[in-house]
């Protein structure tokens, strides 16, 4: 275990909040990375969301189908198909493979 200087900022009264959390090298980098995956999936085991007002991250969507079911990408992918036909606008950023 590591100790970091870091902050939460956000609308916490709603449960979104962004963790800034200090490094100072790779494996402190690592760490953090399992810590904001611990973080959201605590938030999803709970009934709560692992995407922000914005959306999702790239950070996080390996995290979104656990989300939102397989049902749920699908329909994304659909909606990106029908509405982005060539996949011009963020392609591979969330729905990779659409």
Do not use: S, W
């Not at 995956?37 to 189908?65: N, W």
């Amino acid at each position: 275990m590591f100790l970091a200087a870091g902050y939460i900022v956000g609308h916490v009264g709603d449960g979104n909040f962004h963790a800034l959390i200090a490094i100072n090298n790779e494996k402190e980098l690592h760490e953090v990375k399992h810590l904001a995956d611990d973080m959201a999936q605590y938030a999803l085991d709970v009934g709560g969301t692992c995407t922000g007002e914005h959306g999702i991250g790239l950070g996080k969507r390996h995290l979104l189908e656990k989300e939102l079911g397989e049902v749920g990408i699908d329909v994304m992918k659909q909606l990106k198909r029908a509405l982005d036909p060539k996949n011009i606008m963020n392609p591979g950023k969330v729905l990779v493979g659409v």
